[in-house]
Structures are given as C-alpha cells and as structure tokens.
C-alpha cells in the first residue's frame, strides 16, 4: 500500500495535518501513530477539511505508551474519506509521534 503522507507531530497540543485527499478522489486509508519517546503520550486523530473540531476526531487523547513497548502503536484501518479531506493529528508533546498514511486514491 502507497505512502500517501508521514512526518513527525512537531508542537505539542496544536493540530498538525499530514495528508490531504485529492479533488475527485474517495480515497481508503490506513493511519499509523507511533510514540517514538520514552514517556507516555496521548494522540488524538481526527478527519476534517479544515482545523478539527471536537466531533471530527475518530480518536481523542488516546494513550501510548513508551516507545518500545507494546502499546507505543495506534494504527486505525479502513477508513473511507472524502475528496479534499485532511488527516490530523494532535499529540501532548512536540516531536513524540511518527506519522504513517497509507492508503489508495480512486
């Protein structure tokens, strides 16, 4: 499956975009969040066109745990998006979370 947008979440507490579906495209995407620190953080995840509210979010201050162990990972599958749609990740510290987007345009 494609890289489709990956990068490390820079601020902490500020929604960072990683990816943004085409015009024309009904893109299905798989998101990958890694803690790559050695103290739990929380992520939030959210699917919007614009800045993210509180009811786009698929996932709200979820906990990952220390990298190198076994919940340092978040990966949610399957997701259906719309054209010119953006993945957004939030996380509680600056430069603590890898970003992987894969997915298919159609």
């Known amino acids: 499956m ?37 103290a739990p953080i929380l992520v939030s995840l959210a699917i919007h066109g614009a800045a993210p509210g509180l009811g786009d979010h698929i996932e709200y201050e979820f906990p990952l745990d220390p990298a190198g162990t076994e919940g340092n990972t978040l990966e949610r599958t399957g997701i259906a998006i719309s054209q010119n749609m953006q993945v957004w990740v939030t996380c509680s510290a600056a430069n603590a979370v890898a970003v992987h987007v894969h997915g298919y345009e159609v």
Do not use: Y
Not at 7 to 31: D, E, H, K, R, Y
């Open 2 to 38: 494609p890289t489709l947008g990956k990068g490390l979440v820079t601020a902490a507490n500020t929604p960072q975009s990683f990816w943004t579906a085409s015009p024309g495209s009904m893109p299905s995407i798989c998101i990958n969040l890694c803690n790559v620190t050695k």
